[in-house]
């Protein structure tokens, strides 16, 4: 058991280092995608796309290209929560041993 401890904490450290990436992913998605979304948006009003239809259909896509990113953060932050658990899981694990 003892000799096992080395691959142990590598693979802690290695899920650890994939948790961290995921959070970046997904704050990445929430706060930059939001930002980004809503500068595109100025700037088409700014560029003259003033009229109803083209406001309407970047509106509703905007709506539903948000909806999906959301499903997908929401399924990191599965992941991400799942992960925190075996953390948890193998330390305990340690201090048994």
């Known amino acids: 058991k003892i000799e096992n401890l080395g691959y142990v904490t590598f693979y802690i450290r290695a899920l650890?280092?994939?948790?961290?990436?995921?959070?970046?992913?997904?704050?990445?998605?929430?706060?930059?995608?939001?930002?980004?979304?809503?500068?595109?948006?100025?700037?088409?009003?700014?560029?003259?796309?003033?009229?109803?239809?083209?406001?309407?259909?970047?509106?509703?896509?905007?709506?539903?290209?948000?909806?999906?990113h959301n499903i997908f953060i929401l399924l990191f932050l599965k992941i991400n929560i799942s992960i925190k658990n075996y953390i948890c899981c193998f330390k305990k694990q340690m201090l048994v041993v």
Do not use: R
């Open 16 to 68: 650890k280092l994939l948790y961290i990436f995921l959070l970046l992913f997904y704050f990445y998605f929430i706060i930059l995608n939001n930002i980004f979304y809503s500068f595109q948006w100025y700037f088409k009003l700014l560029a003259g796309y003033d009229t109803c239809k083209t406001l309407l259909s970047t509106y509703v896509f905007n709506f539903i290209k948000m909806y999906f």
